[in-house]
């Protein structure tokens, strides 16, 4: 069953998703998971360690059951990670249950925001080495061109570059409102 006030945000790494999700959660007066947040709790190490010590298709796994475990809640907003579309098993489930917003942003912004950071085990070389800015402008742009077709399959699509978090707040804010009573107009009506 479909809950249109279960809010997934997906898209890149570094488009804003754990940073606006529960600016946003607080705004619309939601409950609010970060996946990525609740996979390290549940296996008391860290994504990076994950990657590291059990390799990327064992985090895909916990990804998928953790979805599981939200199952059909309301009125919560769930950041996803930015390769959670990618299994279709999870992409089924999260159209099926809620409603999908894509934060989208150009490669170029979104090398700026993540090249300081070191918690992203795919913007890594293969020994753990800090790629260089042009080095993650290119993985960036390959692997946003790869996963971009999926991304745009949400519901409400919401662009990034240029807006300061507050303000793609409060847009995302009216647009899941209207969203809602629309979806829940037409549930009504049928
Ligand atoms: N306009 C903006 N919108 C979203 N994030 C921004 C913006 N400007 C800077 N940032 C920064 O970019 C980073 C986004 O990272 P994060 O929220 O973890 O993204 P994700 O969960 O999508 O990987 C944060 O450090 C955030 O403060
Ligand atoms: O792009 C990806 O495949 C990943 C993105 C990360 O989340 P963010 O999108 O929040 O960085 C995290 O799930 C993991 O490092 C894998
Ligand atoms: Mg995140």
């Known amino acids: 069953m479909k809950h249109h006030s279960l809010i997934f945000l997906t898209g890149f790494s570094g488009s804003g998703k754990s940073t606006i999700g529960p600016l946003l959660a607080n705004s619309l ?10 996979i390290e709790i549940a296996a008391a190490k860290s994504i990076n360690r994950i990657f590291a010590e059990d390799g990327e298709a064992a985090f895909r796994e916990l990804e998928l059951r953790t979805l599981e475990k939200i199952g059909q809640q309301e009125r919560m907003v769930v950041s996803l990670g930015g390769g959670v579309l990618e299994n279709d ?22 090398t700026l925001r993540l090249q300081n950071k070191t918690d992203r085990p795919l913007l890594k070389g293969p020994d ?13 742009t390959e ?24 303000t793609s707040v409060e847009e995302l804010t009216r647009k899941i409102e209207r969203h809602i009573r629309r979806a829940s107009k037409n549930t009504q009506e049928k």
């Open 128 to 140: 753990g080495r800090k790629l260089t800015r042009e080095e993650i402008q290119q993985r960036v």
């Open 143 to 166: 692997l946003l061109e790869k996963r971009e077709p999926r991304y745009m399959k949400a519901d409400l699509v919401l662009f990034t570059d240029a807006k300061k978090i507050g």
């Open 29 to 38: 007066g939601f409950e609010f998971i970060d996946l990525d947040r609740e």
């Open 89 to 110: 098993r999870c992409f089924e489930l999260i159209s099926t249950h809620g409603t999908l917003i894509y934060l989208k942003s150009s490669p170029e912004i979104l």
